[in-house]
């Protein structure tokens, strides 16, 4: 498929009469940071969205809720704590992956979730900081004592359903010193599964699974596989403690069964149908998408995002290719393939921000894709999240002036 100009995807959006756009945040619609706590997102851009109504949902392994949630940074563009649950202009979607559901006026639920698993991940974070001040003196014996404790406070996000830590601070200390970097990585991996270990301990090693940002797929045991850290591209920053079942393929079928309801009054995947009772396999995903909804069902979709990767395997054939919006970006893909429908894959260059990422700004799609990647970018945004959220009001101007919004 020939690659399209944002121009060319704005008139065949508009005129669409039955449009689902679903988008990763960090990264697509406001910069990638260090600091997730220093975030800005653009007041049009959340008006906006509001105006789209039906029309969109995000699809991110951030959180809506919590201090470090995206809700702030709504409640933050407005200059208003009241009027995003008032007006509806919280963001719509699935965050963690998932398993955290929100409508437009910040009416959270974690569909499938017990109640022992929710315990253990509030216990996470005190985890993740005795681990990290174990582990990390022994890594960076520059960092004082006050530093240590001020760089462990940044790297932990202590999100309600998927605990991370962040790298970026601390790759920040030791910039272009790959060996140091990798080094950090490999602590990370080491902690984080002693996390899993330690939910295994109390019966829940069916519960979680770690998510690694950007990754490079994953292994035989699928397992995601740490992305390295090379000269100009740090490789994976985050390392996320996911439940079971958070991840976006089978959230991207969540929300076009959510849309399908809305539009019809019937949820053609059950009306609790959620990412922990979902297949798993993507394949499997697909055939369900297939047998259960329609083709006079099926939304026209687009999906946007920014993380995704590919590599030569070590062995010198073939490649690794991973990144937390490939699978869904793919899955989005074939569904238009198989119900005949002009499906469109966004990607948005987030190179520009503070964290060292492949840039899109040559177009060989270095460290992003490959001559022999099953996955067709429709449209780059090589400008970044500015560039989008540019044209994502545009867009939204158009679909009014067209008669299609809400």
């Excluded at 509001?50 to 702030?72: I, K, P, S």
């Excluded at 462990?152 to 601390?170: F, G, H, K, M, Y």
């Excluded at 984080?192 to 699974?209: E, H, P, R, W």
């Excluded at 994976?236 to 403690?241: A, E, G, R």
Aim: charged share 25%.
């Amino acid at each position: 498929m020939t690659p399209i100009s944002l121009d060319c995807l704005n008139a065949e959006l508009a005129a669409s009469s039955d449009l689902l756009i679903v988008q990763d945040l960090d990264g697509v619609c406001m910069d990638l940071v260090k600091d997730p706590l220093t975030r800005r997102m653009d007041r049009g851009y959340v008006e906006c969205v509001a105006q789209m109504h039906g029309c969109f949902a995000v699809l991110t392994n951030g959180e809506h809720e919590g201090r470090r949630g995206v809700n702030r940074l709504v409640e933050q563009a407005l200059g208003d704590r009241v009027r995003p649950g008032r007006d509806g202009l919280y963001l719509p979607g699935l965050a963690a992956g998932g398993v955290q559901l929100q409508d437009r006026y910040g009416r959270l639920s974690h569909p499938g979730v017990s109640d022992e698993e929710m315990a253990f991940l509030a216990e996470v974070p005190q985890r993740m900081e005795r681990l990290l001040t174990e582990r990390l003196p022994a890594l960076m014996p520059e960092l004082t004592a006050g530093d240590l404790k001020q760089e462990i406070q940044r790297a932990i996000l202590d999100t309600q359903v998927s605990p991370t830590i962040n790298l970026n601070s601390l790759f920040a200390r030791v910039p272009g010193d790959v060996t140091r970097q990798r080094e950090l990585q490999t602590m990370l991996a080491s902690l984080m599964d002693a996390l899993m270990a330690a939910a295994d301990n109390q019966g829940l090693g069916n519960s979680f699974f770690l998510h690694v940002a950007p990754n490079l797929g994953r292994d035989p045991q699928g397992q995601e596989r740490l992305k390295p850290a090379e000269p100009n591209d740090v490789g994976s920053t985050d390392i996320q403690f996911m439940l079971r079942g958070a991840i976006k393929e089978a959230g991207l079928l969540v929300l076009i069964n959510r849309h399908i309801a809305a539009r019809t009054g019937s949820a053609p995947l059950g009306d609790d149908f959620n990412v922990r009772t979902a297949p798993h396999n993507h394949e499997a995903l697909l055939s369900l998408c297939h047998e259960r909804i329609s083709p006079d069902q099926m939304p026209h979709l687009v999906g946007v995002g920014d993380t995704v990767t590919s590599t030569p395997c070590p062995s010198g054939t073939g490649w690794l290719r991973g990144g937390s919006d490939r699978g869904f970006l793919t899955l989005l893909q074939e569904i238009g393939d198989r119900y005949d429908k002009a499906n469109r894959v966004v990607l948005v260059d987030s190179s520009g921000g503070e964290v060292d990422r492949p840039s899109l700004a040559d177009g060989s799609l270095k460290g992003i894709s490959d001559p022999e990647d099953p996955l067709r970018m429709d449209v780059c945004i090589p400008d970044g999240p500015q560039a989008y959220v540019a044209w994502f009001k545009a867009l939204t101007q158009a679909r009014s002036g067209a008669g299609h919004a809400p």
